[in-house]
């Protein structure tokens, strides 16, 4: 099983450590939580034991970190917690590797992620995954019409061992959230950039 680091890190995107966001480029240890983002998305292990000054893992990088704490501190929804088991991680891990995007609905107490290649159409690849929730039934509406990126949601809770359980929420601009009830991972996902401006126009 992949360590907390090497989840943290696949949020991270160091092919912009020389661009205008090198803070993106590394994991950053806070004072209590090691975060990694690129701008589209955020992975955070929270509650660790704190040091007494915030570091970057690429000592090399000096800038000031994102606030990121209040991308976590939205009015976030809970919609149920679903279990992610390693053949569910395969079929996942599948569907990305077919679309680039996926859709998410609900549906008898079920989260089905629906894959499609292109977030401005309605049009929907004929794969899909569905996760049974249990906890409370799993009820997207609303701006779960959005597309996100698949991979962001393998990396975020598709692992390649073990099974994981996960809470799931949504942010009234229809970011995506998954908290670990296991641990105290958390992951964050942003619409795609074109969903995203829809929601905002």
């Known amino acids: 099983m992949e360590s907390p680091s090497e989840w943290v890190s696949k949020a991270v995107n160091p092919k912009l450590r020389n661009g205008n966001q090198p803070y993106c480029a590394s994991t950053y240890r806070d004072t209590n939580?090691?975060?990694?983002?690129?701008?589209?998305?955020?992975?955070?292990?929270?509650?660790?034991?704190?040091?007494?000054?915030?570091?970057?893992?690429?000592r090399s990088i000096d800038h000031q970190y994102p606030t990121y704490s209040r991308v976590l501190?939205?009015?976030?929804?809970?919609?149920?917690?679903?279990?992610?088991?390693?053949?569910t991680s395969k079929r996942l891990r599948g569907l990305a590797s077919l679309c680039e995007f996926v859709r998410l609905a609900g549906k008898d107490g079920s989260m089905i992620f629906l894959g499609e290649n292109n977030p401005d159409s309605d049009a929907i690849v004929d794969?899909?995954?569905?996760i049974y929730a249990?906890?409370?039934?799993?009820?997207?509406?609303?701006?779960?019409?959005?597309?996100?990126?698949?991979?962001?949601?393998?990396d975020a809770i598709a692992g390649k061992s073990g099974c994981s359980s996960w809470a799931v929420y949504t942010a009234p601009k229809g970011s995506l959230m998954f908290r670990s009830t296991i641990d105290t991972r958390v992951a964050v996902i942003m619409p795609t950039c074109r969903q995203r401006l829809a929601v905002a126009a």
């Open 33 to 58: 939580t090691l975060v990694g983002l690129d701008m589209h998305r955020l992975h955070a292990i929270e509650d660790l034991s704190a040091v007494a000054q915030p570091y970057y893992d690429d």
């Open 73 to 87: 501190q939205q009015d976030w929804r809970c919609h149920g917690l679903i279990t992610v088991t390693p053949k």
């Open 127 to 130: 794969v899909s995954v569905t």
């Open 134 to 154: 249990h906890g409370r039934d799993v009820n997207f509406d609303g701006g779960m019409s959005l597309a996100f990126a698949s991979k962001y949601i393998v």
